[in-house]
T-cell receptor
Framework: GDSVTQMEGPVTLSEEAFLTINCTYT??????LFWYVQYPGEGLQLLLK?????DKGSNKGFEATYRKETTSFHLEKGSVQVSDSAVYFC????????????FGTGTRLKVLA | ETGVTQSPTHLIKTRGQQVTLRCSSQ?????VSWYQQALGQGPQFIFQ???????GRGNFPPRFSGLQFPNYSSELNVNALELDDSALYLC?????????????FGPGTRLLVL
């Protein structure tokens, strides 16, 4: 079945460091791909999305490119801030007509001042 | 701020009891999905409603049931609570039945079953 695999955390970085969180997926068909962020004690907030191959989603300095050939959607940010500390979830939807989101297990990011 | 609200924010129940969780979707969002997020895990799809009818279901037993109302609100009901039902329950609303539509999540209800 469809699945999403994320790199395990926690990821600990110093402020202004470069961030990469790896995400790969397995799906039949052509899913949409999403990154959601969850701050402590809160629900999920959409960070960015891409709906077809080679699309680049971007928001708040974060970006991810839909790579069909490598089935990946890695999240990157050039310079992280303490306020970026959160849990990041990669998700897919729409594979083979399915309507549910399939999430990865999440990657906790901690940014130190 | 996604415009999706959930109540209550926290809830404590005992094993065997029943619980109802509520969600209010964004106006005009006629699809609502419910997810269970266990501690340290990603959300797991429970079911989805479109125009007040169940539109699909994940791997959850029948004691998990739902309702969607015309005013964009919805409910998740869980009967015969088990300890493993302790989790954060998230609802998400979206526009239309399209499987690729962006879902907007509420803040969740944290349920503890003792």
């Amino acid at each position: 079945g469809d699945s999403v695999t994320q790199m395990e955390g926690p990821v600990t970085l110093s402020e202004e460091a470069f961030l990469t969180i790896n995400c790969t997926y397995t799906a039949t068909g052509y899913p949409s791909l999403f990154w959601y962020v969850q701050y402590p004690g809160e629900g999920l907030q959409l960070l960015l999305k891409a709906t077809k191959a080679d699309d680049k989603g971007s928001n708040k300095g974060f970006e991810a490119t839909y790579r069909k050939e490598t089935t990946s959607f890695h999240l990157e940010k050039g310079s992280v801030q303490v306020s970026d500390s959160a849990v990041y979830f990669c998700a897919l939807s729409g594979s083979s007509g399915t309507y549910k989101y399939i999430f990865g297990t999440g990657t906790r990011l901690k940014v130190l001042a | 701020e996604t415009g999706v609200t959930q109540s209550p924010t926290h809830l404590i129940k005992t094993r065997g009891q029943q619980v109802t969780l509520r969600c209010s979707s964004q106006s005009g969002h006629n699809t609502v999905s419910w997810y269970q997020q266990a501690l340290g895990q990603g959300p797991q799809f429970i079911f989805q409603y479109y125009r007040e009818e169940e539109n699909g279901r994940g791997n959850f037993p029948p004691r998990f049931s739902g309702l969607q109302f015309p005013n964009y609100s919805s409910e998740l009901n869980v009967n015969a609570l088990e300890l493993d039902d302790s989790a954060l329950y998230l609802c998400a609303s979206s526009v239309g039945e399209g499987s690729k539509e962006t879902q907007y999540f509420g803040p969740g209800t944290r349920l503890l079953v003792l």
